[in-house]
Structures are given as structure tokens and as C-alpha cells.
């Protein structure tokens, strides 16, 4: 009987894929995608990625002996097809409780690993290969990773230690339109499926043993593997891979599953691990989505399935809070040469098309390599430029160390636009902005800071400007209103605070947009904008020292930042009152939106009000 639709909705059985067609399995595939486009215009999410791997993941499932043997995603944000197909439903996808955006263990068994961040799959399926022979157990690993995941210096650093590797993997190249290595061609293939079928490579084992068993053969060996590697390696295009002497597949068609799993069954056959490299059309089946070539449509809010336009329209005035700094570093870099721009792959998330088409010169996209990113801002900044790095909160932690070494510990003047700041809502744990500041201040020379509003923006930012030390700039992922600043700029000074609003009950330490709604929602207590979360203001410090109960109220980050740092100060100026400490928890902060996220940790206004109810 033909299928002619899978009811998705209602849920896929896992084992029922082992026995369909390649018709079914085409057909599967067209349900799975529609399902996918359904989702995400209703929820959000990474979608012309997931539409990209559709086929790919179908004939991973179909062949492949699934949980029992395990499957990667690099990141998990293209793994929409594989929890459709272990038996989830999407309907409450990167909703509070609901099914993640990414892989996670404790949704599935089919989930054998989890990540949020780029370029961890294939160290982490070395490590579990390395478990299962000590265990001496017979399954197979999988990693998927993306072209520009493969670029990070992680993936390389896994590649190289790759090459020496006695423990088999299979890898997945999911390129889709990036260019990896010039074309291999159709001869490469045929020679490298051949090399891979299982009678040559029994032919060629036993073709070792037998010249490698006398020492008067041995020099034949020898010569016939010289000449096979001279034609290998001359008549052949090369690439890492086959330098690294990694079995290589290339170039499989992502969207033939049957192509697929003759390139699956090849590397089953091969002794030890083998790259798959397989094309991919991003965004393939939705129309707005195949034809970007910016990346606008790789993480989308809600939108129109028909027109493609975005469900949310943003109030009059109001604009985000990553288009606030883009502007003002727009700005700046037509008044001044010596302002350099440099981005880890966050262009289009972080607004900043028009300043990379106004100064292309000065403006560079480094991938997804943010360690890279702060090193060369530091070899610009020690040359006499001014580098602004606009990065994400969650990826700036992979670059600690190149903060610590190579721009605090030289005290360049690097400004640091830190975007999603604080809690970034449905992404969760894996891309919560909310530990930066616990770890920039534990960094000599560094000061770290965050506007309230757009004007106070602009003042911070003219102070980055003539600031000769490294500087971090945050702001969250919101909206803010326009506000006109024709009065002119109030100067900004290093660890400074502004006491918004006076009071007498007790006073309320916070900084950020949740100022503004302090100073609406408090009429009887004072409110400090701690603009400088460090280094702090000691002098308005020690004028609230007349408070009986100083509260740190901090929404954008953990306890272990702005309210450890008002305790210490605190605490040295002998402080007799109590302090509250209201900041986030140092917990992992799950999927939701970020009220929702708020209401949950009991950090929202609603919270705080009843909280200052029980002070005495």
C-alpha cells in the first residue's frame, strides 16, 4: 500500500523506519520538512539549517542501527529531522519545558551527546570511541558537522589528532555551499569507493602480510606503496583530509539518501575512521529561505509561512538593543580611520550589514572562530587601531584565555560589544548570557559596563572611544526606545554610578534596562544605576552605607558578579547593614522566553516587589 502522508503530529514511530522504501523514505522526507516549516513559523527556531540536513538524517535513521549506535549534531540547531524521527513532537519546541532547540540527553536515548556551541562533535565522538573499545563494545559513532563548524580550531585540532587515532569514528561533512577543498572529481570517488569496498581492502591486507613477511620482499612493498602514493598524491587533487591520511568520501549528494548509504555502507567497510562529504541545499524546500545568502533566515522568530514576513512588527520608535551600538559604531567609523570592526559569524544577529558594506576594508568576519577573533583584535590594537569586537555573550567564553593573555594582560584598547547579554529566552542553557561578568572581573585592567537606555548608550560608547583599555560593553537581547539626545552628552567616567532616584525605605542597586522600571515601580526607594559594574563607584558606595538593607537587584548576570563585588567593597567599609544579594542563580538556565525565565528564578518585578514586602 503507497503512504501517502506521515501523520507527524501524532507522533513517528522510530522502528517503523527499517522498513520503508526509498519511495517511502522520499516521502518521509517532504512530511518531515513540511512539519519542520509548520513549527517553526508558529514557534521560532533554526530553520533553514534543519530544512538543509532533512534527507541526511532520514538515511542516517534508516541505516544505521539507531540509539544503539550513536549519532552527533555539531551544535544540535539542525537536529529538528532526528527528534522528529526518534518519536518527538515539536509542537512546544524551544518552549518553556518543552522540547529543545538542540539535542538533550534527557529527552532521548537517541540524544547520546549535547552541545550549543560549534565544533564539538568530533573530539567528543573520539572520546566515546575511545569508551566503547575499552568497554570492548561493537557500535558505531556518528558526527555531523557543518562547513563553517569545521573551521573552528577545535574541529581542526580534532582532525590532527584524527590522523593518529586508533579508535573508529565516522564523520559527516554537511556542506551547503561552502567550499572546503578544490573538487575532488568523479575519479577520486570511484577510486576512493574502490578503495574502501571490502574485497580490496582484504586484498590489500593480505597483500601486506605476504611481502611483509620475508625480508627479501619486503623492498617490493616498499616501491609498490611509493608508486601508489606518487600517483595518489600527483594525479589526484589533495586536500587536508587525504594529507591528514583520513579515508575521505566526497562529494555524496545530501538530498539522494540512496547515494548516501552507499557512501554509509563504504565507510562501515574501511579500518578505520572516514570523512563523508556530503552537499546540502540550505534552506532546501522553502523558497525565502533556499534563496538567502546572508543567513537571515538560519534562526527566525515566528513569520507568515505564505509571504515569509515576520509575525512580531517592532512599536514605532523602538529598535534593538544590537542595532543601538551597530549604529553608533556605524557612526564612529565614518569619523574615524583608525576604527576597526571584527565579528566571529554573528553579523547578521548582531546588525551589522551596513557597516560591513559601508567599510569593508575595515570590517572582518572571522567565522566561527572566536579565540581567533580576540587574538587578531589584539595584533590590530598593539599596531596603533582601535578594534571593536561585537561578539555574543555565550561564544565569548571561549575566548578566556585570549582576553586574559592576549588584551588585558597587554592592556590593549580593545572595546568589546557584548551582545545578548543576560538571559537570551529560548536558546536555554547552552547560550544563557548571564556568566560574563564573574568571569571578566576575575581579569586584571578590565572594565565592564551597561546602559539603561539608548542615550546613555551613546555615552558609554563615546567614552569606549577615547578609552585605552580593554572595555566591555553589554546589552541584552530586547528592544529599547529611540530617546533624543539633541541636549547634548553627559560625560561618562570610568566606574561610575548615577543615583537615579532618591528615596528613604532602602536602596536598590541595579544597572541595565530594568533601571527604568525600577524607578516606575519604586517611588520609595532609592535607585543607583551601577553603570560600571566594574569597576565600582566607591564613593556612592559609601553614601548608601546609611541604608539599613542594600539590595543588588542584577537581571544580567550571577551573583558572582556585581553583588560579590558590592559585598567585598562593602564589607571593607565596615558595613553594619544586611545585603541582599538578588541575582541570578549560578545554575544553568533552561528554555523559555525570558519573562518566563524571570518568573522562574523569582528575579522578575513582581518577585522583587514581594520580596521587599518581607523586609522589616
Keep these: 500500500m503507497e503512504i501517502k502522508h506521515f501523520p507527524l503530529e501524532k507522533g513517528f514511530d522510530p522502528l517503523s523506519i527499517k522498513n520503508l522504501s526509498l519511495d517511502d523514505l522520499n516521502l518521509l522526507s517532504a512530511d518531515i520538512r513540511e512539519y519542520i516549516l509548520k513549527i517553526c513559523a508558529s514557534n521560532g527556531g533554526h530553520l533553514a539549517s534543519n530544512l538543509g540536513v532533512v534527507e541526511l538524517t532520514v538515511a542516517l535513521h534508516h541505516f544505521f542501527n539507531l540509539p ?55 573530539s567528543a565522538a573520539m572520546g566515546m570511541a575511545v569508551a566503547r573499545d575499552l568497554n570492548h563494545d561493537n557500535y558505531n559513532i556518528i558526527a555531523v558537522i557543518g562547513d563553517s563548524s569545521l573551521a573552528n580550531g577545535l574541529a581542526f585540532e580534532a582532525l590532527n589528532n584524527l590522523a593518529s587515532f586508533d579508535h573508529k569514528i565516522i564523520i559527516i561533512i554537511n556542506d551547503n555551499n561552502q567550499a572546503i577543498s578544490p573538487s575532488v572529481g568523479l575519479t577520486h570517488n570511484l577510486l576512493e569507493k574502490l578503495r574502501l569496498s571490502k574485497n580490496y581492502l582484504k586484498t590489500k591486507e593480505r597483500y601486506r602480510k605476504v611481502l611483509t613477511k620475508h625480508k627479501i620482499t619486503r623492498p617490493l612493498y616498499t616501491a609498490s606503496s611509493g608508486v601508489k602514493n606518487f600517483f595518489k598524491y600527483h594525479l589526484l587533487h589533495t586536500n587536508i583530509f587525504n594529507a591528514l591520511g583520513i579515508y575521505y568520501i566526497a562529494s555524496i549528494d545530501g538530498h539522494d539518501i540512496n547515494a548516501m548509504e552507499k557512501a554509509f ?93 559601508s567599510y569593508p576594508t575595515r570590517s572582518f568576519d572571522v567565522g566561527i572562530s572566536e579565540e581567533h577573533a580576540i587574538t587578531y583584535a589584539s595584533g590590530i590594537a598593539i599596531s596603533g587601531f582601535h578594534p571593536y569586537v561585537s561578539i555574543y555573550s555565550t561564544f565569548m567564553q571561549r575566548g578566556y584565555d585570549e582576553i586574559s593573555h592576549d588584551v588585558a594582560r597587554l592592556d ?49 560608547f563615546e567614552f569606549s572611544h577615547s578609552y585605552k583599555h580593554p572595555l566591555f560593553i553589554r546589552y541584552p537581547r530586547s528592544n529599547t526606545t529611540l530617546k533624543d539626545n539633541s541636549t547634548g552628552y553627559e560625560n561618562v567616567y570610568l566606574g561610575e554610578w548615577k543615583v537615579e532616584k532618591r528615596g528613604s525605605k532602602a536602596v536598590i542597586i541595579s544597572y541595565g534596562p530594568i533601571v527604568n522600571d525600577l524607578k516606575d515601580r519604586f517611588s520609595d526607594y532609592e535607585i543607583v544605576n551601577a553603570i560600571f559594574q566594574y569597576p565600582i563607584d566607591i564613593e556612592i558606595l559609601k553614601g548608601l552605607t546609611k541604608f539599613q538593607d542594600i539590595i543588588i537587584y542584577d537581571v544580567y548576570g550571577t551573583d558572582e558578579g556585581l553583588g560579590e563585588t558590592i559585598l567585598r567593597a562593602l564589607n571593607d567599609l565596615n558595613y553594619q547593614g544586611k545585603v541582599h544579594l538578588l541575582g541570578l542563580p549560578k545554575i544553568f538556565v533552561k528554555q523559555g522566553s525570558i519573562s518566563e525565565q524571570l518568573e522562574f528564578l523569582h528575579r522578575d518585578i513582581n518577585s522583587l516587589e514581594n520580596y521587599l514586602r518581607r523586609l522589616k
Excluded: C
Design 265 to 357: 555502507k563504504y565507510a562501515l567497510n574501511a579500518p578505520k575512521s572516514v570523512i563523508i562529504h556530503v552537499t546540502t541545499t540550505k534552506g532546501k524546500g522553502y523558497k525565502y529561505a533556499e534563496e538567502d545568502k546572508e543567513g537571515k533566515w538560519h534562526g527566525v522568530g515566528p513569520f507568515e509561512l505564505e509571504t515569509g514576513k515576520t509575525a512580531y512588527l517592532p512599536k514605532p520608535n523602538e529598535i534593538s538593543w544590537s542595532e543601538v551600538y551597530s549604529r553608533l559604531l556605524h557612526q564612529a567609523m565614518g569619523e574615524d580611520e583608525k576604527i576597526v570592526l571584527i565579528n566571529p559569524a554573528t553579523v547578521i544577529g548582531s546588525k551589522l550589514e551596513p557597516i560591513f558594506k
Design 68 to 122: 544503539e549506535d550513536k549519532l552527533i549534531f555539531d551544535v544540535g540547531h539542525q537536529a529538528y529531522a532526528h527528534k522528529i524521527l526518534s518519536g518527538r513532537n515539536l509542537s512546544t519546541l524551544r518552549k518553556l519545558d518543552g522540547i529543545s532547540g538542540f539535542q538533550k540527553r534527557n529527552e532521548s536515548i537517541y540524544d547520546s551527546y549535547e552541545a550549543g556551541h560549534s565544533s564539538t562533535s568530533i
Design 412 to 460: 590593549l584598547p580593545v572595546s568589546f560589544l557584548v551582545d545578548r547579554a543576560g538571559l537570551v529566552g529560548e536558546d536555554g542553557e547552552t547560550h544563557q548570557g548571564i556568566y560574563d561578568s564573574s568571569f571578566l572581573k576575575s581579569i586584571p585592567n578590565v572594565a565592564i559596563a551597561m546602559a539603561k537606555d539608548s542615550k546613555e548608550a551613546e555615552e558609554l
